[in-house]
């Protein structure tokens, strides 16, 4: 799942920024019709400011923000690139994004915050698809073969991973096609075919099958070297993820001794970043793709003190509370819809001295942390906000709590 998918947009301060007509000055062509970049008429200052006032404004009752974390570079950020196909009736294709709120895709051939080298394998890709003849996806016939392609690039290991998800299993030429592909971009290191029979707004299915490659790539982050896989969550803006992680490990002052819980793991990336200063680590993830590559990305790091647990959080959670388990330090990093009654309820059982909440979603973070201090269990004491989206509305945050002694 995409924290930064689109569906599940609930909050927005745009009101209170954008006035009437949105991105009026936008340097962008699509931008008012994307829906990806609510602040692309801003400055990047600007953005910063308005995010820094909504998040201190949400959470003040909680106590006062630190300076917000804003990029070096605001542009190019994300690793990530999602696009749709479709062939029009001239027989061009395009591939491109959702035209905000409709199923209608909007060509999209350059764009401010993505990967300018994906988006170069994606014109690549378009130009392959109508010279191999293959067929798109209709949503009304159920006709055609290719959905969309997901492009990954680990920054700081050049590797990149080409996802192509397709409909149905047969894949016509699909060595000529991947020859040519990796003819014009030697730089691919992995190809997949996803197949995804589903009409949901999910962009993959579940089954994977290697077309060239090792079906993953491999990235670094804090010094650590991470597997992802095609359906893994890994976070889209490595250059901040690095200031998020040491910013959450930070401020949860391990000396080495601690029982660590890193509920919502992913591919168990702040759990080995936090694993060289605590004792033990206890991963927890929902997804067993992501769990599968934190197994080996333990491996791969010789991180010997970890374990993970493929598990829904709140379950897994209640378990740990039932058996009276010790943990010292929580970090949590839900998806944008928080975390559920069973966990935060778990979570207050446990009673850990600390708890380190990473979220991408304010309101979210908002109401739980309003749970956490009822009653004084709970005392906030530092948040800041790390900004991983430039020139989109989303800003994630942390925040430390510390539990008040009776
Ligand atoms: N901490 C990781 C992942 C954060 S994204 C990182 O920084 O990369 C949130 C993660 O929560 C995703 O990997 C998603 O698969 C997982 N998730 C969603 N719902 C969950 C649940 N109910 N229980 C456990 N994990 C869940």
Same mark, same amino acid.
């Given at each position: 799942?995409?924290?930064?998918?689109?569906?599940?947009?609930?909050?927005?301060?745009?009101?209170?920024? &954008?006035?009437?007509?949105?991105?009026?000055?936008?340097?962008? *062509?699509?931008?008012?019709?994307?829906?990806?970049?609510?602040?692309?008429?801003?400055?990047?200052?600007?953005?910063?400011?308005?995010?820094?006032?909504?998040?201190? =404004?949400?959470?003040?009752?909680?106590?006062?923000?630190?300076?917000?974390?804003?990029?070096?570079? %605001?542009?190019?950020?994300?690793?990530?690139?999602?696009? @749709?196909?479709? #062939?029009? =009736?001239?027989?061009?294709?395009?591939?491109?994004?959702?035209?905000?709120?409709?199923?209608?895709?909007? *060509?999209?051939?350059?764009?401010?915050?993505?990967?300018?080298?994906?988006?170069?394998?994606?014109?690549?890709? #378009?130009?392959?698809?109508?010279?191999?003849?293959?067929?798109?996806?209709?949503?009304?016939?159920?006709?055609?073969?290719?959905?969309?392609? +997901?492009?990954?690039?680990?920054?700081? &290991?050049? /590797?990149?991973?080409?996802?192509?998800? &397709?409909?149905? *299993?047969?894949?016509?030429?699909?060595?000529?096609?991947?020859?040519?592909?990796?003819?014009?971009?030697?730089?691919?290191?992995?190809?997949?075919?996803? $197949?995804? /029979?589903?009409? &949901?707004?999910?962009?993959?299915?579940?089954?994977?099958?290697?077309?060239?490659?090792?079906?993953?790539?491999?990235?670094?982050?804090?010094?650590?070297?991470? #597997?992802?896989?095609?359906?893994?969550?890994? /976070?889209?803006? %490595?250059?901040?993820?690095?200031?998020?992680?040491?910013? @959450?490990?930070?401020?949860?002052?391990?000396?080495?001794?601690?029982?660590?819980?890193?509920?919502?793991?992913?591919?168990?990336?702040?759990? +080995?970043?936090?694993?060289?200063?605590?004792?033990?680590?206890?991963?927890?993830?929902?997804?067993?793709?992501?769990?599968?590559?934190?197994?080996?990305?333990?491996?791969?790091?010789?991180?010997?003190? $970890?374990?993970?647990?493929?598990?829904?959080?709140?379950?897994?959670?209640?378990?740990?509370?039932?058996?009276? @388990?010790?943990?010292?330090?929580?970090?949590?990093? *839900?998806?944008?819809?928080?975390?559920?009654?069973?966990?935060?309820?778990?979570? +207050?059982?446990?009673?850990?001295?600390?708890?380190?909440?990473?979220?991408?979603? %304010?309101?979210?973070? @908002?109401?739980?942390?309003?749970?956490?201090?009822?009653?004084?269990?709970?005392?906030?004491? #530092?948040?800041?906000?790390?900004? +991983?989206?430039?020139?989109?509305?989303?800003?994630?945050?942390?925040?430390?709590?510390?539990?008040?002694?009776?």
């Amino acid at each position: 799942m995409s924290k930064y998918s689109k569906e599940t947009k609930k909050y927005s301060h745009k009101k209170t920024t &954008t006035g009437a007509k949105k991105n009026i000055n936008s340097p962008c *062509p699509i931008s008012d019709r994307c829906g990806g970049c609510q602040y692309i008429d801003k400055s990047y200052q600007e953005q910063l400011t308005i995010k820094e006032e909504y998040l201190g =404004k949400l959470l003040k009752d909680f106590g006062d923000m630190e300076p917000i974390m804003g990029m070096e570079n %605001p542009y190019h950020y994300r690793n990530k690139v999602n696009a @749709a196909f479709k #062939r029009k =009736k001239n027989g061009e294709i395009i591939s491109g994004t959702y035209e905000e709120g409709t199923h209608n895709i909007l *060509p999209v051939t350059s764009c401010f915050i993505e990967d300018e080298q994906a988006t170069k394998i994606m014109g690549t890709i #378009r130009a392959l698809v109508r010279s191999f003849k293959i067929t798109t996806h209709n949503e009304d016939t159920g006709y055609g073969l290719l959905k969309h392609v +997901m492009i990954r690039t680990a920054r700081k &290991t050049g /590797q990149i991973m080409v996802v192509l998800v &397709t409909a149905s *299993p047969v894949f016509p030429s699909k060595n000529n096609f991947v020859k040519a592909l990796r003819e014009a971009h030697p730089e691919i290191t992995t190809v997949v075919q996803n $197949i995804n /029979q589903k009409h &949901t707004s999910m962009v993959l299915g579940d089954r994977n099958q290697v077309m060239y490659g090792k079906g993953f790539i491999e990235d670094v982050l804090c010094g650590k070297r991470f #597997r992802i896989s095609p359906n893994s969550f890994y /976070q889209v803006n %490595p250059e901040q993820t690095e200031k998020l992680y040491m910013k @959450a490990v930070e401020f949860a002052g391990l000396t080495g001794k601690e029982v660590v819980l890193d509920a919502y793991c992913g591919i168990g990336t702040i759990g +080995m970043v936090a694993s060289d200063k605590a004792k033990e680590v206890i991963g927890v993830e929902l997804n067993k793709e992501a769990v599968r590559d934190a197994i080996q990305n333990a491996k791969l790091n010789g991180v010997k003190n $970890i374990r993970f647990y493929n598990n829904d959080a709140g379950k897994f959670m209640v378990g740990m509370a039932k058996d009276n @388990a010790k943990v010292d330090v929580v970090f949590m990093d *839900p998806p944008r819809s928080g975390s559920d009654e069973a966990f935060m309820s778990s979570v +207050m059982k446990l009673a850990p001295e600390r708890i380190v909440y990473i979220s991408c979603g %304010p309101d979210t973070l @908002a109401r739980d942390l309003k749970y956490m201090t009822k009653g004084g269990r709970y005392r906030v004491e #530092r948040m800041v906000g790390c900004d +991983m989206f430039g020139f989109t509305e989303h800003v994630e945050s942390v925040v430390l709590l510390s539990r008040v002694k009776p």
